[in-house]
């Protein structure tokens, strides 16, 4: 397979890291910024070309009458939708995919509607969208749906409170029998690592599980997490990532209190008329008076989604200041900042280029896996595979599966199941699998029914 990545930022560079790690295919990238290239090719011994994604003549040189796939991740909207665009021009056969942050271009440049670029990658949508299903606990940093809404994978931390403390895996689950939900792995002392039967979880891990959806409230209460009886929410920036996740709070959760918080006056007055419940609020969110007003020492959340992470880091840390209690959550962008977020107590830092990739990974891989997630800054993922006829682990029972990765779910007949060491797999079967980044190639390709 032969790959153009359009686009040598962080995204481009994300994307290029992993398919170099998994992936057995030719990949160029192209980019305008020569120290970019230069630093990319370095470090992964691929393709580089200096150039713009939007000149015919630069695409030939990167390779588009023979590749594969287009990926245009540059941070302009408009060069991403004209690469694909003169890409679809010189090789008709090629798949596209773009990230594109203003929905008004997705209708018209959507295959589905007749237009040029196979997949559109809205990063600021997939981050609201994570953030709304955050809301449901402070201890939970990580939620994700897995078969379309039939199972989940959640982050929680472990409080004093948890029922499973000092407890063997492999005895949690014969204790709730029937519980379908597997702990798949668990961050201690800042590693993450896959779960075994014997490991015991202890206070202040960050656990990984996997759960059907019907276990999912059993599951949280077994797991000590918390839920506040009424809900107060204090977000910061009437961007767009800002009002989407207001919108989508205010459609989703009827008893949540909403404050909004928009540095611009006229901003502020246009998002108020958007809106159906939250209240919202004009000036800086760095000066306590502004806080106070919007309620700081009874909120339950607070959520900054400005364009500057700096501006967000600092005003969270000034509300944890204020509030110790209430969980912060912060739109992070820079990758490097992320870890400082976490030394100043940031409890959740959400990425939108951790976003993007995960949305593109799929569309890499072997056509048996649906859908991946990452885990961390690129230290793990969750996959979702179909097991199609003629593959290896066809009749194998789990227990005789030898390879790195853990299996937390699986789909069968379209619902969940319970399993163990002795459940066997069949055709047609769906699992959703964790794994560390070091085993990604090799869970890839024993699943990956071209192989065989």
């Known amino acids: 397979m032969k790959i153009l990545i359009v686009g040598a930022g962080q995204v481009g560079s994300q994307i290029c890291r992993y398919l170099v790690r998994e992936m057995d295919c030719e990949i160029t990238v192209l980019d305008n910024n020569s120290d970019n290239v230069g630093l990319i090719t370095d470090k992964l011994n691929i393709i580089g070309v200096v150039g713009e994604g939007t000149r015919g003549e630069d695409l030939k040189r990167s390779g588009i009458k023979n590749a594969n796939l287009i990926v245009a991740v540059t941070p302009s909207d408009e060069t991403n939708v004209l690469s694909t665009f003169f890409a679809r021009k010189l090789n008709p056969d090629i798949q596209t995919i773009a990230r594109i942050r203003n929905t008004d271009y997705h209708e018209f440049v959507s295959e589905k509607n007749d237009g040029f670029i196979d997949i559109i990658i809205n990063p600021e949508g997939a981050v609201a969208d994570a953030a709304q299903r955050l809301l449901r606990s402070k201890q939970l940093f990580f939620y994700q749906n897995l078969f379309n809404g039939k199972a989940q994978v959640i982050g929680l931390n472990l409080n004093e409170k948890s029922s499973v403390l000092n407890t063997s895996l492999r005895q949690l689950s014969e204790t709730f029998e029937g519980l379908r939900t597997f702990v798949v792995g668990y961050r201690r002392n800042n590693v993450l690592q ?259």
């Open 194 to 452: 896959l779960a075994n039967p014997d490991d015991q979880l202890v206070e202040g891990d960050k656990v990984y599980l996997i759960a059907a959806s019907d276990d999912l409230e059993r599951t949280l209460e077994i797991f000590g997490v918390e839920k506040p009886p009424f809900h107060r929410v204090i977000v910061i920036g009437g961007g767009k990532i800002g009002l989407d996740f207001t919108k989508r709070v205010e459609k989703n959760f009827n008893n949540y209190q909403l404050k909004l918080i928009e540095m611009d006056k006229e901003r502020a007055e246009t998002i108020a008329g958007e809106l159906t419940r939250a209240i919202v609020l004009q000036g800086n969110g760095m000066e306590e008076d502004l806080l106070n007003e919007a309620g700081i020492h009874t909120a339950n959340t607070i959520i900054s989604f400005t364009e500057n992470d700096k501006s967000n880091l600092l005003m969270l840390y000034k509300a944890k200041e204020l509030n110790p209690n209430i969980t912060t959550i912060g739109l992070i962008k820079d990758y490097g900042l992320s870890k400082l977020g976490e030394s100043m107590g940031i409890d959740i830092v959400l990425n939108p280029q951790t976003t993007t990739v995960s949305s593109i990974i799929p569309n890499v891989k072997p056509s048996s896996f649906k859908q991946v997630q990452m885990i961390g800054e690129d230290e793990g993922e969750v996959c979702e595979v179909l097991i199609e006829r003629n593959h290896e682990i066809e009749s194998k029972q789990l227990g005789e599966i030898k390879i790195p990765v853990k299996f937390g779910a699986i789909l069968r007949d379209d619902e969940p199941i319970g399993f163990n060491t002795q459940t066997r797999i069949q055709v047609g079967d769906q699992v959703a699998l964790f794994m560390l980044s070091k085993d990604t190639r090799k869970v890839t390709k024993y699943f990956s029914v071209d192989a065989y």
